[in-house]
Nanobody, 126 residues
């Protein structure tokens, strides 16, 4: 049974940092691309960052580029999102997602990931 469990969310002041973690129970985890999505109230879910199965290729949305960094540990089956210089507009529920994608090159940038976590709330106060 596939399970993705996020942790590390919370309340932080603007300019602060958080690190989100995602523990993945997936067979062949290292053959899956991983992504972090977020959804703010009244807005659509958006892709924030993604990483290829090998970790060699990453993507960051323009809104977080230079502030957020995605990484993974294929031994521990973990994915991380380091978030620096947080802004109030980063406030959202953050979701970890997985998709079988054992190809070279960039991770998938669409929303059709196969597996999703329950989400963790990130609130940035001004």
């Amino acid at each position: 049974q596939v399970q993705l469990v996020e942790s590390g969310g919370g309340l932080v002041q603007a300019g602060g940092s958080l690190r989100l973690s995602c523990a993945a129970s997936i067979r062949d985890f290292r053959r899956h691309a991983m992504g972090w999505f977020r959804q703010a109230p009244g807005k659509e879910r958006e892709l924030v960052a993604a990483i290829s199965w090998s970790g060699d290729s990453t993507y960051s949305a323009d809104s977080v580029k230079g502030r957020f960094t995605i990484s993974r540990d294929n031994v521990e089956n973990m994915v991380y999102l380091r978030m620096n210089s947080l802004k109030p507009e980063d406030t959202a529920v953050y979701y970890c997602a997985a998709k079988y994608y054992f190809y070279s090159g960039s991770p998938p940038l669409t929303n059709d990931y196969s597996y999703w976590g329950q989400g963790t709330q990130v609130t940035v106060s001004s």
